[in-house]
């Protein structure tokens, strides 16, 4: 049976690990991860992208066994590794979505983190425990200042701690928490809702989003402008307006602007 399955219909792809009942990620797993992704980002029609899990837990993490006899040669290329599948999520030019529950925890919560949204069972529990096993969080452990504020980031990773779904979402872990058995209908809501928006400006949004991260805000906000204006070099702008404004002329949308401008 494969540990993990793609899926791509209308747009709409979705990976799945399939290595219950705590879907491990061993080394091979993680390349073969990054492989996905960078495979999905060959597709121009693709939309949205939704990374879910079988079994108990999205994923319990990195496997111990593998990581317990590592020199420091084999450690820098196991994280190096983990690090490359995510940045291939990060990097991914659409959408990506995380469905969680049961456990995200160590490189499988910076899996997650790695992704745009994140969509949350209320039983989920998330957490950073590498400092119990005697090895620093790292790679994009270092995006959780930036979600939760230095001081939970302090408490995630100093301390271990798991913290549940509802104490996640309050802190800006993740977006959404949804009862257990309304999760999928709360993660094809958000997906749809992704799918059904202009591609083009999506695609955009999401490539600032990652470049906002990295620069100061006045070369931001300049980038953003050119952006902007580059937008519109294609037909998308004027198309996606037109409808607006037909829709409102018919009484049928209820958006209450003009996506805020």
């Given at each position: 049976?494969?540990d993990?399955?793609?899926?791509?219909?209308?747009?709409?792809?979705?990976i799945?690990?399939?290595?219950?009942?705590?879907n491990?990620?061993?080394?091979?797993?993680?390349?073969?991860l990054g492989?996905?992704?960078?495979?999905?980002q060959?597709?121009?029609d693709?939309?949205?992208?939704?990374?879910a899990?079988?079994?108990?837990?999205?994923?319990?993490?990195?496997?111990?066994?593998?990581?317990?006899?590592?020199?420091?040669?084999?450690?820098?290329?196991?994280?190096?590794?983990?690090?490359?599948?995510i940045?291939?999520?990060?990097?991914?030019?659409?959408?990506?979505?995380?469905?969680?529950?049961?456990?995200?925890?160590?490189?499988?919560?910076?899996?997650?983190?790695?992704?745009?949204?994140r969509?949350?069972?209320?039983?989920c529990?998330?957490?950073?425990?590498?400092?119990?096993?005697?090895?620093?969080?790292?790679?994009?452990a270092?995006?959780?200042?930036?979600?939760?504020?230095w001081?939970?980031?302090?408490?995630?990773?100093?301390?271990?701690?798991?913290?549940?779904?509802?104490?996640?979402?309050?802190?800006?872990?993740?977006?959404?928490?949804?009862?257990?058995?309304?999760?999928?209908a709360?993660?094809?809501?958000?997906?749809?809702?992704?799918?059904?928006?202009?591609?083009?400006?999506?695609?955009?949004?999401?490539?600032?989003l990652?470049r906002?991260?990295?620069?100061?805000?006045?070369?931001?906000i300049?980038?953003?402008?050119?952006?902007?204006?580059?937008?519109?070099?294609?037909?998308?702008?004027?198309?996606?307006?037109?409808?607006?404004?037909?829709?409102?002329?018919?009484?049928?949308?209820?958006?209450?602007?003009?996506?805020?401008?």
């Amino acid at each position: 049976m494969p540990d993990f399955t793609v899926t791509n219909r209308s747009g709409i792809a979705r990976i799945t690990l399939t290595r219950p009942p705590l879907n491990i990620l061993t080394p091979s797993l993680i390349d073969r991860l990054g492989a996905a992704f960078r495979g999905l980002q060959e597709d121009p029609d693709l939309r949205v992208v939704v990374v879910a899990a079988e079994g108990r837990a999205f994923s319990a993490g990195v496997e111990v066994q593998a990581m317990r006899d590592l020199d420091v040669t084999a450690a820098r290329s196991l994280i190096g590794a983990l690090h490359a599948t995510i940045v291939a999520v990060r990097e991914c030019p659409v959408p990506v979505l995380a469905r969680l529950h049961g456990h995200v925890l160590g490189g499988a919560l910076e899996l997650a983190l790695g992704a745009d949204l994140r969509v949350a069972a209320r039983s989920c529990r998330l957490g950073m425990p590498e400092i119990k096993v005697g090895i620093p969080s790292v790679i994009e452990a270092a995006l959780l200042p930036g979600l939760v504020g230095w001081g939970r980031a302090a408490q995630l990773l100093l301390l271990g701690d798991t913290i549940d779904a509802p104490t996640a979402e309050r802190w800006g872990l993740v977006n959404r928490v949804a009862p257990d058995d309304t999760l999928d209908a709360e993660v094809e809501a958000w997906t749809g809702r992704l799918a059904a928006l202009p591609p083009g400006a999506v695609r955009q949004q999401k490539a600032l989003l990652g470049r906002w991260r990295q620069i100061d805000l006045d070369s931001a906000i300049a980038l953003s402008m050119d952006v902007f204006a580059r937008a519109y070099a294609a037909d998308e702008p004027r198309r996606a307006m037109q409808a607006f404004l037909d829709r409102r002329e018919a009484g049928t949308d209820r958006s209450g602007g003009v996506a805020g401008r």
